[in-house]
C-alpha cells in the first residue's frame, strides 16, 4: 500500500479535527458532512487513531473527538501506521516472478520516498496552507459577548 483512500480519508479527517474541534469535540457525522467521508470508513478510521492515541474520543451527548497532541506532533507517518494497522487484515495477492522481481522492488522504492516525506510533515504543515489555498472551512467563530 503506497497511498489508498482509508489514508486520504485520515488526514483529512485529522485535518478536519484540528481545525473544528479547538473548543469542543467534532462529532463523526459533522466530519463526514463537511469532508464527505463515507461514514462506514469513518467510524473504523476514527478508532484506530484513538488507539494510536493520535486523536481523543469523548462519548456522550457532547461527544466526538479531539487532537490526542499537538498538530506539530503529529506526523502523516503515524496516520499512515494506523491506517496499515485497519489493512494487515486483508489477503494478499500471490506475486508473480515479474511483480516478484522487477515491479515490487520499483514500488518498494517509491513508497520509501513517500514515507520518508510522511516522517517529515505534520498536520501542522498542511493546516499552514489551509489559508494560503484559500479553502473555505466555514470554522465557527466564538463570541466572547455577554
Do not use: C
Not at 456522550?60 to 501506521?81: S, V
Amino acid at each position: 500500500m503506497i497511498i489508498n483512500k482509508k489514508f486520504l480519508h485520515a488526514v483529512e479527517a485529522v485535518l478536519d479535527i484540528s481545525i473544528h474541534s479547538s473548543h469542543a469535540p467534532a462529532s463523526a457525522k459533522e466530519i463526514t458532512k463537511r469532508q464527505g467521508i463515507p461514514s462506514r470508513y469513518l467510524e473504523k478510521i476514527l478508532q484506530e487513531l484513538v488507539r494510536q492515541k493520535i486523536l481523543k474520543g469523548t462519548r456522550g451527548p457532547n461527544g466526538g473527538y479531539a487532537l490526542g497532541r499537538e498538530k506539530r506532533n503529529i506526523l502523516l507517518i503515524d496516520i499512515y501506521n494506523a491506517v496499515l494497522t485497519i489493512e494487515k487484515n486483508k489477503k494478499e495477492e500471490v506475486a508473480t516472478q515479474m511483480r516478484f522481481k522487477i515491479i515490487n522492488p520499483f514500488m518498494k522504492n517509491i513508497t520509501n520516498e513517500i514515507i520518508n516525506s510522511f516522517k517529515l510533515t505534520s498536520i501542522h504543515d498542511l493546516y499552514k496552507n489551509i489559508d494560503e489555498t484559500k479553502i473555505n472551512i466555514n470554522k465557527k467563530k466564538i463570541d466572547f459577548t455577554i
